[in-house]
């Protein structure tokens, strides 16, 4: 943990259904007092939205894409993220890096070890203790099989660039979730998203207790 500040980020494919947890967890902090800022990714900045928008919407080649999700995190990271966890606030953010290994990575294909090169460039902070790679002090991740996942988005809506990808896409998006769960499992809590929206919500709720984050 940074300071007194908490951030968690919230991933899962496209149709997984986090935002009215989010949202709900936001009341729960703010609740106890606790200054919350809500965010997300690609965007939370003016710049970063404006990227957001040119990768939802424009096609690109991965690497493109990569390095623009990585810039506008940058400007995130640097303009909202790291002066809230200094100011002592919970940062909960729809998306953090994990979606990059995700589906620039695993969905898109690209390079694995360039993503974590562009991670430790782009996360590296300084606090009174020195320097690291910022990363999520939880990560919660809603794990949806791919089929049912466009059964919920069906129709929904008019969908953007990834959401308009093929099941096979997002079956490989869900194996880079995986792996990155493997490979940092402390910061990591899977929450089944085929249930009830309610059971869904329960499962956040103790997660976040037991970290004692929440009564
Ligand atoms: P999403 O978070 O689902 O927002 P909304 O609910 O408004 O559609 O959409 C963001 C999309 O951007 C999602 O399809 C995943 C994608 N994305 C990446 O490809 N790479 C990233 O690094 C991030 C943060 C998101």
């Not at 809230?84 to 695993?106: H, N, P, S, W």
């Not at 694995?112 to 910022?134: K, S």
Request: net charge neutral; hydrophobic share 40%.
């Amino acid at each position: 943990m940074s300071n007194n500040g908490i951030f968690i980020s919230f991933e899962g494919i496209d149709g997984a259904g986090k935002s009215t947890h989010i949202d709900a967890l936001k009341q729960i902090f703010a609740a106890q007092g606790r200054a919350v800022t809500q965010t997300r990714e690609p965007g939370g900045t003016p710049l970063a939205e404006k990227l957001r928008t040119l990768v939802l919407l424009d096609p690109m080649d991965a690497m493109t894409e990569a390095l623009l999700v990585f810039a506008a995190r940058r400007d995130h990271l640097q303009q909202v993220i790291e002066p809230a966890l200094a100011r002592g606030d919970v940062v909960l953010c729809d998306r953090f890096t994990d979606a990059t290994f995700a589906y620039q990575g695993g969905g898109r294909g690209f390079d694995h070890e360039t993503l974590t090169y562009l991670e430790r460039l782009v996360q590296t902070t300084r606090t009174l203790e020195g320097f690291f790679v910022r990363q999520p002090d939880l990560t919660i991740w809603f794990d949806l099989a791919p089929q049912i996942a466009a059964e919920r988005l069906a129709g929904a809506r008019v969908p953007d660039k990834f959401e308009s990808q093929p099941v096979e896409f997002f079956a490989r998006v869900r194996a880079g979730y995986q792996a990155r769960l493997e490979s940092q499992p402390k910061r990591f809590a899977r929450i089944e998203a085929d249930q009830s929206r309610t059971a869904v919500w329960q499962d956040l709720l103790a997660t976040v207790q037991q970290r004692k984050w929440l009564p």
